[in-house]
């Protein structure tokens, strides 16, 4: 029963730096998704995919990178890291095909904090 | 096209009702909600579809209104188990599969 797994949970970087958020599921789902939250803000897309080879950028992709070389993995890599993007990072996967979404499975979280 | 979310906090007495409302501007192909409590990862409540169909979940239903673009949640005898944020999420269909949430209401029940 893992579902969505995330890592690292939390995470202490200086400026300029660089990182990748691993995320992976055991669901079998075509749709993965990175989302952001700060306090108030609600969820921010920052990238998503709907299947192995496919991305496309959300809302905020800038200073984000990510790639989808199997069904289960989806990693959020960090360039240059910046206070701005000190944030808490969901990664959620879903059994949507051909535009219809369905229900969002989250991990719990990584709490990034940019110095 | 982030969807618009009212009203942004609401305080409740337990065994009181409230509605959340969620606009958008753009056609909706589905409406999702969750609830996120403090700390944690947001947890799906339910989906509609285009079409205006009304779903329930124990003592927590929704509806969505085609011709207003809008979806409303509405919580029923409220229990404290209810506090948490709301969000809910745009899915504008076509060959997207991207969510896309609004602000977030946040809820407290008090005893």
């Known amino acids: 029963n893992a579902g969505v797994t995330q890592t690292p949970k939390f995470r202490i970087l200086k400026i300029g730096q660089s990182m990748t958020l691993q995320c992976t599921q055991d669901m079998n789902h075509n749709y993965m998704y990175w989302y952001r939250q700060d306090p108030g803000m609600g969820l921010k897309l920052i990238y998503y995919s709907v299947g192995a080879g496919i991305t496309d950028k959300g809302e905020v992709p800038n200073g984000y990178n990510v790639s989808r070389s199997t069904t289960e993995d989806f990693p959020l890599r960090l360039e240059l890291a910046a206070p701005s993007q000190t944030s808490v990072y969901f990664c959620a996967s879903s059994p949507g095909t051909g535009g219809y979404t369905g229900e969002l499975f989250f991990g719990e979280g990584s709490r990034l904090t940019v110095l | 096209q982030q969807p618009v979310q009212s009203p942004q906090a609401v305080i409740l007495r337990e065994g009181e009702d409230a509605v959340i409302n969620c606009s958008s501007s753009k056609a909706l192909y589905s409406v999702h909600w969750y ?67 609004g602000k977030g209401t946040k809820l407290s029940v008090k005893p």
């Open chain 2, 35 to 101: 609830r996120q409590k403090h700390g944690e990862a947001p947890v799906f409540l339910m989906i509609l579809l285009k079409g205006g169909e009304q779903k329930g979940h124990d003592k927590i239903s929704a509806s969505f209104n085609e011709k207003k673009q809008q979806s409303s949640l509405y919580l029923t005898a409220s229990q404290l188990s209810y506090s948490g944020t709301y969000f809910c999420g745009a899915n504008y269909g076509g060959s997207q599969g991207n969510l896309i949430f």
